[in-house]
């Protein structure tokens, strides 16, 4: 088996390899296996304990080195009947490739419009339209991942799987919630943002809050958000008065925050997955979340829903979520919850179907 993650340096996608080598581990499915991992990022100095790791070292900068190995990868790689790509491009020249795709900008802008139009996401689509040929399997996420890369690139349905993310292993069962207390007049609200400062993340909408005399005089009084941004992608939100930045948190840290968060704020405008909406639903937390394809997929009718650049619509889907708590009610996601696999085991398994 060939498994082949050496672009993977995102946090959220470096935990998905993660897990998937720790239960490959686990099965015993890694023992002759040849792995390639990134140099650099959160997969450095990972070690799945099982098969032979390589690290791929770039020579030529990331975005031209990007293209040379998904252009050239058969000259680089060893080939294998069983050869899984877990960073979204089949490498060219190798046939019967799995392929998990999870970037959403690989869905073109003329299928999702909120897709990015930058010339570093052409060129994937471009790649990925080019060498799909050599994929046996693509596999998603959620349905509204697979319509779009099926529309995009006129894939067989057949071809495309889907299969959810379990929910992190560090997700303790003991942080679910039965329900919190309703707020006091005087105490604010803490709404829990967990996300990078990618631009599709969309912290953007806070300075459009920010700006609305109205709204920003309701967050000033009634909400404290958190945020999770390096200092420098915090630098444009400094002066906003509800916001806080609590910095990259690691597993404890981010417990931490949502133990003591009263509801979950998402404002991302595209998502694979959405893998923050499903630690909130896994724990019985409120969420306050734009309202698209990939939100509704995840949350159902379970969300307090504010559409795209509707200012008043989140202060108005806060203030719902301040009276129904401070009623007693709280979302109901069983039924959310059936769509996620038990463990990353099912997960891996459904890879070698």
Partial sequence: MIIHATNVTGVGASHVVKSFLDSAVKLNLLERAIIYLPATGPLKHYEPGKGKVIRYKRYFGNSISRIIECLFGKYIFKKDNHFIVLGDIPIRGIPGQIILVHQPHLISPEINPLSSRYWAYRVLR????????????????TNVMAEGIMNTYNIPYNRLIVIPQPVPSWM????????RKGKTPNEKMILFYPAAGYIHKNHSFLTG???????????NKHCEIWLTLSAEEMEPYENIEFVKNLGHLGADRMINAYQQ?????????????????????SINLPIVSIDLPY????????????????IQGIVDAVTELVMDMNNNIYPNYRAACEKFPSSWDVVVSAFLM
């Fill in 261 to 281: 968060a009263d509801a979950l704020l998402f404002l991302s405008l595209v998502e694979s997955y959405g893998l923050p909406l499903v630690e909130a639903i």
């Fill in 295 to 310: 939100s509704r997929w995840l949350c159902e009718s379970n969300a307090y829903y504010f559409k795209q650049g509707d």
């Fill in 126 to 141: 471009t790649l990925f339209r080019t060498n799909l040929r050599f994929a046996k399997k693509i596999i998603v996420q």
């Fill in 209 to 219: 809050i920010y700006k609305n005399q109205k709204a920003r005089e309701f967050f």
């Fill in 172 to 179: 303790s069962s003991n942080l679910i919630m039965e329900g």
